[in-house]
């Protein structure tokens, strides 16, 4: 197989975008063109999870490339829930590495600001099972409270911990122009202080309202291309080293243990198989934390620490910038924002960011392998990502 | 025979009890403090609404352009019985809400304006001067309406607001809806806060000075939004691109 690189990148805010879904998706893929120095793509893939449902834009890759005028170029939407980004990417990374394209543009785009909030939960609820979860309310929110009681439980995690996990990304986040929250919170405004409670409330106990990501719009993009292609243009050699998936059980309830989360961990193995790297060799990891507890969980079950201990780490500031391995530099989907649809490959976007070392004031100091978890439904469709920089 | 007119034209005030200032912990740390503002004090409040009246982003702009004249309706003595509270961080100007007492039980809502968003500083503001009309006036009920669909969600959903749609609101005649003390009983313990006495050195900061908002809300900063916006048929944004540009205004 050919080895496969990133040739440019681009993004738009992770907030409240007031244009059409068709132009969230284009304008990122303007800007990786515009990044890449490069004029056409052979082929583009769209990761999108509810442009039919809730923009009520089905075939949105048909749109997207007509509107960015890269026709005849092939294009295709990809939906495979909150893990649709990074799916794309493996799309696009097969494509070029069997040899069928040279340039590959990789686009997420997701409008779901659109729909009030109550929807828009109900909208990423209708991945669970129909008949054994969703038709009796469970939403992911309520999943996330389940599996948060279960952790805490089990390995001594307290709310305490859920809460450092919000203030250290949405500090991160204030350091990213594209952060959908730009609020600097303390554990003092969210847990200690008398306002505390209405200031953070119980959403799904015992997760509070800053444990759960904002609903966002945005759109990120990648263009992927062939080491030829990447000699004609003056961009920093980042490969896209290692690409795991694993699936689990549908219902979690069928899980023997609910707290561990089999998917991630085999899908970053796999990654790290084919990269050929360890854990310990990652210098930076945006990790899915649609919920603070799941950046916990993931830093376990991806290898970075051992099960039940990544709240110590967390305590002993191993995953801020600086520390041992930086989680969520960007913000994390917690405070960059979660349009579910372009999460992943706005994970990557700031992975290759930090490679190319263009991240700012939250550069990872001497990034040489970036790695992203894109966590789909409650963990049964996870995909991950590991980067390095040549 | 002259005629006084000011005294025609200016309503007479009913004597109203003061709003007793008090002050909360926001999710940043930082502490706010919600306080009665004189009339006097209004020439320093209306710089700072002015330039969001071009705004055009979450309705700030017909909010910014009703709330300054309200604001400067209460300084002229051109309306009844109106209050106006300022929330402040620091000295900082962080919200304004407005309103007026119709009736010993009727109060009328007038607007909720962050300065400073997110963290319920809005929210934390509308709770307070609902706390004013109630707990202050002892009035049975306040109507309220909402120009935004974030003041609907915060105000209409999150205390069940009962519907008064016989009743006009004074903002626009649109429908009313109610906060009823019954209602607002029931979220005091959710989404009312706040503690007294403020703290001295607080409070004097806060009378020291209405400082601007360090961090005022703003268009939209991404160019194809503000390229779009610009083909909005109300034009506020071309006026406002032309304004800053020192170009004629047409």
């Not at chain 1, 694993?246 to 193995?269: G, Q, S």
């Not at chain 2, 300022?86 to 909720?112: C, F, K, W």
Request: aromatic share 6%; charged share 25%; proline share 5%.
């Amino acid at each position: 197989m050919r080895e496969v690189y990133v040739a440019g990148i681009g993004i738009t805010s992770f907030s409240r975008l007031e244009y059409p879904l068709v132009e969230i998706a284009a304008y990122p893929g303007l800007m990786a063109l515009r990044d890449s120095g490069l004029k056409k793509v052979d082929h583009l893939y769209v990761a999108n999870m509810g442009g039919g449902r809730i923009n009520g834009q089905t075939g949105l890759a048909s749109a997207v490339v007509d509107h960015m005028s890269l026709t005849p170029a092939g294009a295709e939407t990809i939906e495979n829930g909150p893990a649709s980004g990074a799916s794309a990417i493996k799309q696009g990374y097969m494509a070029i590495a069997s040899g069928m394209h040279d340039v590959v543009m990789v686009i997420g785009a997701e409008r779901m600001r659109e729909a009030n909030p109550l929807e828009a939960t109900d909208f990423v609820a209708t991945l669970t099972h129909p008949q054994a979860e969703y038709i009796y309310g469970v939403t992911l929110p309520a999943l996330a409270g389940m599996f948060t009681r279960l952790y805490m439980e089990k390995y001594g995690v307290t709310a305490r911990h859920l809460a450092m996990v919000a203030v250290k990304n949405h500090k991160n986040a204030m350091d990213n122009f594209y952060a959908h929250l730009h609020e600097d919170i303390t554990i003092e405004g969210i847990l200690d202080s008398p306002e505390a409670s209405t200031n953070n409330p119980y959403v799904a106990d015992p997760l509070r309202f800053y444990d759960v990501c904002p609903v966002s719009d945005g759109g990120a993009c990648l263009i992927l291309a062939t080491a030829e292609v990447m000699k004609k243009i003056n961009k920093p050699m980042i490969r896209l080293a290692g690409i795991g998936q694993a699936t689990d059980t549908h219902c979690v309830h069928e899980r023997k243990d609910p707290t561990e989360l089999l998917a991630v961990r085999e899908a970053a193995r796999q990654s790290f198989k084919m990269a050929g790297v360890k854990p310990s060799d990652v210098s930076v990891a945006e990790l899915h934390d649609a919920f603070t507890i799941l950046e916990i969980a993931e830093s376990e079950e991806v290898g970075f620490f051992k099960k039940g201990e990544g709240h110590l780490a967390l305590e002993r500031g191993e995953t801020q910038i600086g520390g041992k391995i930086p989680i969520n530099p960007s913000g994390g989907l917690k405070a960059k924002g979660h349009p579910v649809g372009a999460t992943g490959v706005g994970q990557a976007h700031e992975i290759v960011l930090q490679l190319r070392g263009e991240a700012g004031k939250r550069q990872v100091k001497n990034a040489k392998v970036g790695f992203t978890c894109n966590f789909g439904g409650f963990g049964n469709n996870v995909v991950c990502l590991t980067f390095i920089k040549e | 025979m002259s005629v006084d007119l000011e005294k025609i034209l200016r309503p007479v005030d009913t004597p109203l009890p003061k709003f007793p200032a008090k002050y909360m912990t926001l999710a940043n740390g930082q502490e706010m403090v919600v306080r009665q503002a004189e009339r006097d004090e209004i020439p320093d409040i209306l710089p700072h609404v002015e330039p969001l009246i071009h705004v055009e982003r979450d309705f700030y702009n017909i909010v910014a352009a009703r709330l300054y004249s309200e604001l400067l309706a209460y300084y002229t003595y051109r309306v009844q019985d109106e209050y106006v509270l300022v929330a402040q961080i620091d000295g900082e100007l962080a919200a304004i809400v407005n309103g007026r007492s119709v009736s010993p039980d009727v109060g009328m809502s007038y607007h909720t304006f962050s300065l400073r968003r997110g963290l319920r500083v809005g929210a934390h503001a509308f709770a307070t001067k609902m706390e004013y009309h109630i707990d202050i006036l002892k009035q049975k009920e306040v109507l309220i309406v909402a120009e935004s669909g974030i003041g609907f969600r915060r105000w209409m959903i999150e205390y069940n607001l009962e519907k008064r749609f016989h009743i006009p609101h004074e903002l626009g005649g649109c429908p009313s809806w109610s906060l009823t003390k019954e209602l607002f009983d029931k979220a005091r313990n959710t989404l009312v806060v706040g503690r007294r006495p403020v703290p001295e050195h607080l409070l004097a900061k806060a009378k020291a000075g209405i400082l601007p908002p360090s961090d005022p809300p703003k268009g939209p900063e991404d160019l194809l939004a503000a390229t779009r916006s610009m083909l909005d048929s109300t034009a506020t944004s071309l006026i406002e691109m032309r304004r800053k540009q020192g170009g004629k205004i047409q």
